[in-house]
Each structure stands twice: as structure tokens, then as C-alpha cells.
């Protein structure tokens, strides 16, 4: 009776609360999964609340629990534990470390951006964060290879060198503000760069599509691609805001006296004004496209759509897959 008394009938832990088919329903939903206070949380927490969202799953929670302690723990389980394969992903990894990761280097990215060493330096420490996020997000039944790894780690990190070494050299003679923009073009470049290496397998060996049931029809390259396409210009649009916008910002506010008295604060005061950024720009990203992608059946490879129609005529219009982060 104390579960019926706290849990409502028909309460599902893994429906999402807000209707994921809209832009801000999505928006609300990673609102709540890359909430930087979460990195906080102490490990025994999150264990004890994917004890509890497993429990909730198999129908067995402990009495007393009420609907607000379980949709905490889901958060807490949904910030902290892999979608596919329910393991704990590394800390650094973890979308809820985007803001306070990202924060830091970006802000370094755009401070130090005047010497051909300090934008080689950011641009690495930039791309090993990166990799370490591809990789932690990846679509767990695509496995990839340590080499598979090496080998798009040194390719992201190769273009993002080779797009912003090349940039800074180029717009010495340009306006002031141009070599302001650089980092965010070197950063848009690797991850052009990244994403698709890191997730070669994807495209390689396809990934596997569901109906609207969730029952598996077979793998799709087409897929693959798509997915990897809005990752891709999910992350390009987490970043523009604050390497666009802040850059201009900043070249205002150096022409003030007061401004030119305290540069040791510039890096700090760049730092802080990315993490404004990116506070709202990591969950606006991520919501851009719906987790749950879907393509229209004549979109799909020739062999696989009429295996599908061979098995179930014309009642699968669509396929559905999970595009990764």
C-alpha cells in the first residue's frame, strides 16, 4: 500500500516528462540531464539511484518512495550512466560536465589566441576533450577499436591545428576582430572532422532501426550518416554563440580605460562569460534535433527497405533510431 500511496498508476520512469517531438519539451529535457550542479553528486548517489531506477523498471521500489525522489534519481541516472549500455561514463565525458569543461577551455581558446604555440596548445587540449566526449557518447553497439580512436583523435586534432595555425597566420594583416574568430573556425572544422571518424563504425557496418514499437528491422548506413550529420551540427551550434558573440564583446569592452588596467582578469572575465553561454547553449544544442531520429522508408538502402516491405508491407513508413550526442 506505501507504494500505491506515493507512486501513481501507470507512472513509466523512462517516459520522458516533456513531449519530445517539440523543440522546447527537448529543451527542457536536457535542461534537466546537463545540469552542471550533477557533476557534484558523490558516486555512492548515483549508484543508489541507479539501484533505484533499475527497482522502479522491474515494478519493485521501497516503500515510501515518492514520485519526486524517482524522477531525481532518473536525472541523476540520465547525467551520470550510458543510454545504451547502463554503465557509468567517466566524468569528464559526461554532458553535464559540457559547462565547467567547456567553459574553461573555450574561454582559454579565445584569450590566448595571438601566438601560433598557445592556439597549437588550446586546440589540443580543446580535441582531447572532445575525443574523450565522442567517445563516452558513442553509440554503444557500434563498437570501436583503440586504433579507430588514435586514428580520429589525430585527425580532429590535425584539422583543427591545420584550420586555425592557418587562419592566424592569414588574418595578421586582417581587422583585429577576424583573428578573434579564428578558434571558433578551428573548432568548427574538427568537428566536422571528429564525429564522423570517431563514429566510422556507424557509417561502415550501418546502426540498427527500429519501428515505432521499438522492434528491430535491420541496420542502415543511411541512418548512420544522418544521425552523425545533426551531432555534427548540433556541437557547431553549442559552440557559435559564445566564439562568435564574445569575441565582439570582448573587443568592446578592451577599448575602455578601466579595462586595460585589470588584463590579468580578461582570461578569468572570458572564461566566466562562456560558461553564460554555454549554460544555455549546451541543452539548446542538444535539443535541436529529437533524440529518437526517424527516416522516411524510401530514404532507406534498397536491400533493407524491401526486406522491411517483404516482412511488413506498407505498415512501417518510418524507421527509428538513436542518433547518439
Known sequence: HANMATIPLGFNIDSPRWDQSTFVGRLKHFLNITDPRTVLVPEEELDRAKTLVEGCRAGVVPPG????????????YDSAFHPDSGEKMNFIGRMSFQVPGGMAITGCMLQFYRTVPAVVFWQWVNQSFNAFVNYTNRNAASPISLRQIGVAYVT?????????????????????????WVPFAAVA??????????????????ITVTDENNNELGRSRRAAVKGIVQVVLSRI????PGMIILPIIMERLEKFTFMQRIRVLHGPLQVLLCGGFLLFMVPAACALF????????????LELRDS??????DKVPYVYFNKGL
Open 65 to 76: 518512495s515518492s514520485q519526486e525522489q524517482l524522477l531525481y534519481a532518473k536525472k541523476l
Open 156 to 180: 580532429a586534432t590535425s584539422a583543427a591545428l591545420a584550420t586555425a595555425v592557418g587562419l592566424n597566420l592569414y588574418t595578421k594583416r586582417a581587422p583585429p576582430l577576424l583573428a578573434r
Open 189 to 206: 572544422a574538427a568537428n566536422c572532422v571528429n564525429i564522423p571518424m570517431m563514429r566510422q563504425q556507424e557509417i561502415i557496418n550501418g
Open 237 to 240: 551550434t553549442m559552440a557559435a
Open 290 to 301: 529529437p533524440q529518437q531520429c526517424s527516416l522516411a522508408l524510401a530514404d532507406l538502402e
Open 308 to 313: 522491411i516491405v517483404a516482412k511488413h508491407g
